[in-house]
């Protein structure tokens, strides 16, 4: 590892392998350009958006409608007369369905999910014309069905060419909080935004003019980004790398062009935001990202197959340090139960079949994220 | 303090202020020094106050209050605080500073700190502890001894809270209240005695020599030592006033003096009413502004007093302090995870030397565009002490808009200045400012204006160079660019305003700054001994 991962003048490098003169038009919102006594190969950013692709239920999606919370499954178990009270109090709701929170795991819906029998979970079940990504990390959004847990063989076998697909819209896809105008949009970016999670980015292109691989590096950072007077993350910071190798991802990818894909990775990287402490791990990952040399912005798409195991910890239980989960009330917020969407992620699972039970053990998905430029550090000591 | 006897306490209080502040009051048998003639005032700028009470009364005294605007005369605060006075609203503002300055200090929760005996209220004008305190607080604030009158009239105040129902504390409180509230602290005050190696002739007196020296070298009250040096007359003699001024500039306050010298040169003061866009330079947050502020003084820190290094090489150092926040604007990576580390920039870097620092190209800039102009235009008053007038009062402004259409800031400065009504003094300015459009509005490096490669080419006073290393070159070898150091350096300093001791006495110090290889340590050493320095032209009345 290197001391300063970006010691590049990013511009001249990307100039140089995208074949422009030189430095673009500084657009009004752009954040500088390198000193130009910078030099070096090695290019960093700062994630200032990573989501997950979110993609909106069109009018067949969901023919039985959106999935209901904690609270609309009370109310509509109730008699009409006798909904009247809590839908004029939403304290009353709230204290009718407590505790929200459990100092017993055991009794927590949300901890425990697998212990409790399945509600059901509407999903998009129809054929979807959606963004997927292929194995030569381009990206397709030809109309197929859900895609099907696969032999263990079968998988082994097509994974190097297999497509992406982002099977956890299907399970989200019916949920009135992640519809593009939901929760989830809304709250896209909080995690970075509030110093929960920052992600950061290496390219080193040193070998590509000799037409090999290019490294790219994908890190998570203890540190928070800075947010600029325009509310956004700053560009050119210095961040170190997480201190836990393995929150350290390492892929080799091809740069053509100003687009960079990578080969399959295995990905950790620290999920966080309020009171969720958790880690992606993304299995097989791909990461396409388009180096625009007029702003030094990277962007584009990760896809892999998210862990069932890491899904359930961080998107389901919602744990924290505690291991006390808040997935009750994020999962009411939203509009689904935890028992349902563990089951439905269960049964669209799509990667990593467990060769003794034949049950896939992952699920695919599809971020998009943006970065601008960064100088990426080497691991520091804790003050 | 007791609500109910707030107002018997406040009228009484301004009563005997007035008193105590009014020269009708001074009695004929008046000490020495209060039959001094005084030659000047010089109102405490806002930092020589916050200094002043930070080193009597410690760091964990806060000032609640906002102070009169510092007024700026050629080119420095410190310099226009001789003509600066306090309006009525001035002086609440001081008076609730004053207030509220006592109450810390008297308060139950820091009195230990500074009153280490018990007073007795019976009798304060016989109470040692009551007269201790004044006294010695009385001396620090007002840079000398109390006389006998400034002192019986604060003892009077305590007096007179008790007599009315307060307690010895509150009395105290009203009394250190006075002080902080009074001309003779809110203004050095210079005073003149008969110079008994002259006849007929007057000098500072030792206390005005003190003050002058220690505001000039720590930007704060004479410390103890200093007090004691002046009591003795050391300062009168040569010798004595060399081995203060030498302790002086050895102690590490001469850094915060220095520091206020930097920013008071430098406008740091403006600082605080600089606004930039929100959206076109995100970066510019408060703790960058300051850290850019910090940035810029660690380096003439480092530079002139730690380094001791030749002044003109500032213009072209390649090094500078660096932190986090600042690596965003500089665009270079800082390992240091908090505080500062000493950046290199490289040879194919465009910066290099003080003007290439984003405290300077932020401050002189608009708040959505960089001001090839004003930059020129500060360089020219700082590091020149040349003054360009300003626009005449018939400019038409109108021609900025047509001028709007042009691509870069080059191309609309050359249109302005084919206006003859313009031309005369942009011709002073924009060629040195234009070098430095390399940095946007914060100093961000760009190579491009609207698509536009910048041209970096200019001029000064007929040397062609290009950009800020060449700048900074030529700034660095321009014969006015010391003198006009010693220069500021004098007139922050407080020396004589007498124009034919000032020109002597520039000269001289020019010289000797030279001959030192242009060390600042050496001009201030240099200044502060001058006999000149200390020179006063108005002579003594013997007989008043």
Known sequence: ?383 | MPDVNYHRILLLLCLVLWGASTPAAVPATQQAQARDAIVAMYRLTQSQYRQSIADIFGDSVRIYGRFEPDYRRDRLLAAGSAWASVSPSGFEQYDQMGRGIAEQVLGEQLRGQYLSCEPNGDSPHHDPCIQFFLAGYGEKLFRRPLTEDELASRLDVVAQVIAVGGTVQEGLQYALASLLTSPEFLFRIESVEPDPQSLGQSRLNAYSKAARLSYFLWNTTPDAQLLVAAQRGELHDPEGLRRQVARLLASPRLETGMRSLFADMLRFDTFGELSKDVELYPVFTSTVAQAMQEQTLQTLIQHLLVENADYRDVFTRESMPMERQLGMVYTVPVTSPQGWDAYRFSEASARGGLLSQASLLSLHAHAGSSSPTLRGLFVRETFLCQTVPPPPADVDFTLEEGFAVEATARERLTRHRSEPVCAGCHHLMDPIGLTLEQFDGVGMYRTRENGHVIDVSGELDGRKFAGAKGLGQALSEHRRVPECLVDTVYRYAGGPQDASVQRTLLESLTAHFAASGYRLRDLLQQIATSEDFYAVSTPVDQDA
């Open chain 1, 1 to 383: 590892m290197i001391n300063v991962r970006n010691t590049v003048a990013l511009f001249a490098l990307q100039c140089a392998i995208l074949g422009f003169v030189s430095v673009g038009i500084t657009p009004a919102h752009a954040a500088g350009i390198a000193d130009a006594g910078l030099s070096g190969q090695t290019s960093g950013y700062v994630l200032t958006e990573f989501r997950l692709v979110i993609p909106g239920a069109g009018p067949e999606d969901c023919p039985d409608g959106f999935n209901e919370g904690y609270s609309q499954r009370f109310l509509a178990s109730l008699p009409p007369e006798e909904r009247l009270p809590y839908e004029k109090d939403p304290q009353m709701l709230q204290q009718a369905l407590a505790p929200w929170y459990y100092d017993d795991p055991a009794q927590d819906p949300c901890a425990n999910p697998a212990a409790l029998p399945d509600p059901g979970m509407r999903t998009i079940e129809r054929p979807l014309a959606m963004l997927r990504m292929e194995a030569d990390g381009s990206l397709s959004e030809r109309e197929q069905l859900p895609s099907q847990c696969p032999a263990p063989e079968a998988f082994a076998a097509e994974l190097e060419h297999r497509t992406i697909d982002n099977q956890y819209w299907r399970v989200m896809g019916c949920v009135r909080g992640y519809q593009p105008e939901g929760l989830a949009a809304a709250f896209a970016d909080s995690a970075i935004l509030d110093g929960s999670m920052t992600i950061l980015l290496s390219v080193d292109a040193s070998a590509s003019d000799a037409g090999e691989a290019v490294e790219v590096g994908i890190y998570s950072s203890r540190e928070p980004v800075t947010i600029g007077t325009d509310g956004k993350p700053l560009a050119w910071a210095s961040l170190p790398v997480a201190a836990e190798e393995r929150f350290h991802n390492v892929a080799r990818g091809q740069l053509h062009d100003g687009v960079l894909t990578t080969d399959r990775f295995d990905l950790r990287i620290i999920q966080a935001a309020q009171r969720l402490d958790s880690e992606l791990y993304l299995r097989d990952a791909r990461l396409r990202l388009e180096l625009d040399p007029a702003t030094g912005v990277a962007s584009g798409y990760l896809a892999g197959y998210w862990d069932i195991e890491s899904l359930a910890h961080a998107a389901i239980r919602i744990q924290d340090r505690t291991g006390l989960s808040s997935g009750k009330p994020a999962a009411d917020a939203h509009g689904y139960t935890c028992p349902g969407k563990y089951y439905a992620v269960q049964r669209l699972a799509d990667g990593h079949p467990d060769p003794a039970t034949g049950n896939c053990r992952s699920i695919s998905v599809l971020f998009s994220l943006r970065g601008v430029p960064a100088f990426v550090l080497d691991a520091q000591p804790s003050p």
